[in-house]
């Protein structure tokens, strides 16, 4: 059974421009807009960036709607990138609603989210290194590539 047809927020490789945007996202969405997820803070992963909860915290990305024709296709394609599975607790990344908010302003959206998973923010938050500012893109440009074929948002 297919979630409710919510907006993603993509912080990493699925954001406009990047590796798994062009194989996942690209032609298949009606918006693509800057966006901000509060309350969490960006950690560098193998390649690819990992998202955990955090009060005070700030992660820059975008808004992405899919169209929804793709809905189900695209939902299924994020959850095998980012190994999600409802019935794990222990996956890489949990598919989670969160309020997001849209640009520079105060518009708030209900989107899903893939934060990292139980074991990986425990993990991260001992020895994890920080992504400055909470922008991926910020952090070395833009990445073409994903290296290992994993993640993320």
């Given at each position: 059974?297919?979630?409710?047809?919510?907006?993603?927020?993509?912080?990493?490789?699925?954001?406009?421009?990047?590796?798994?945007?062009?194989?996942?996202l690209s032609g298949r969405t009606?918006?693509?807009?800057?966006?901000?997820?509060?309350?969490?803070?960006?950690?560098?992963?193998?390649?690819?960036?990992?998202?955990?909860?955090?009060?005070?915290?700030?992660?820059?990305?975008?808004?992405?709607?899919?169209?929804?024709?793709?809905?189900?296709?695209v939902l299924g394609g994020l959850?095998?990138?980012?190994?999600?599975?409802?019935?794990?607790?222990?996956?890489?990344?949990?598919?989670?609603?969160?309020?997001?908010?849209?640009?520079?302003?105060?518009?708030?959206?209900?989107?899903?989210?893939?934060?990292?998973?139980?074991?990986?923010?425990?993990?991260?938050?001992?020895?994890?290194?920080?992504?400055?500012?909470?922008?991926?893109?910020?952090?070395r440009g833009p990445l073409r590539?994903?290296?290992?074929?994993?993640?993320?948002?």
């Amino acid at each position: 059974m297919t979630p409710a047809p919510l907006p993603f927020f993509v912080y990493g490789t699925l954001r406009p421009g990047e590796a798994n945007h062009a194989l996942f996202l690209s032609g298949r969405t009606l918006t693509e807009e800057p966006a901000r997820l509060t309350g969490a803070v960006l950690y560098d992963g193998p390649g690819y960036p990992y998202a955990v909860e955090a009060p005070g915290g700030l992660v820059h990305g975008d808004l992405v709607t899919v169209r929804p024709e793709y809905y189900p296709d695209v939902l299924g394609g994020l959850d095998l990138l980012e190994e999600y599975r409802a019935d794990d607790p222990d996956s890489p990344y949990l598919r989670v609603t969160r309020d997001v908010v849209r640009g520079r302003g105060s518009d708030v959206v209900r989107a899903w989210v893939y934060l990292a998973g139980p074991r990986v923010t425990a993990r991260l938050r001992r020895t994890g290194t920080l992504v400055p500012e909470g922008d991926w893109l910020t952090r070395r440009g833009p990445l073409r590539q994903t290296g290992t074929g994993r993640a993320s948002s």
